[in-house]
């Protein structure tokens, strides 16, 4: 790994991309209910819709952070199973990738 610099950059501007975009659900959480009963319902639905994006954003916002942990650790690039050395590829397609292509069994993520 030559750029480790340039993934970091890369993952810390999509930390703050995901970090913003969980400031916008959770303060559009903040807003209160419609009195409307109809209209209660169905923020309810959004509500739901924006607790799975928000859900994914945080998920991916742990993974970008242990990828950090990794480049940190000297260990970005090499698989946390088995060890070898995870295609430049697949990091560049997944920069939060912790496991080659073999271990994570093709699976794009
Ligand atoms: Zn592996």
Redesign the pocket.
């Known amino acids: 790994m030559t750029d480790d610099h340039q993934v970091r950059e890369r993952l810390n501007e999509r930390l703050a991309a995901l970090a913003s975009r969980v400031d916008a659900i959770e303060s559009d959480f903040g807003q209160p209910l419609d009195d409307d009963f109809a209209e209660q319902a169905a923020d309810r639905e959004g509500e739901e819709a924006m607790d799975a994006l928000e859900n994914a954003a945080l998920a991916e916002i742990d993974q970008i952070r242990a990828a950090l942990h990794r480049l940190d650790a000297g260990s970005y690039g090499n698989?946390v199973?088995?060890g070898?050395a995870i295609a430049p590829r697949r990091l560049e397609v997944q920069p939060t990738a912790s496991?080659?292509i073999?271990?994570a069994g093709g699976s794009t993520n």
């Open positions: 698989c199973t088995c070898n496991q080659c073999a271990c």
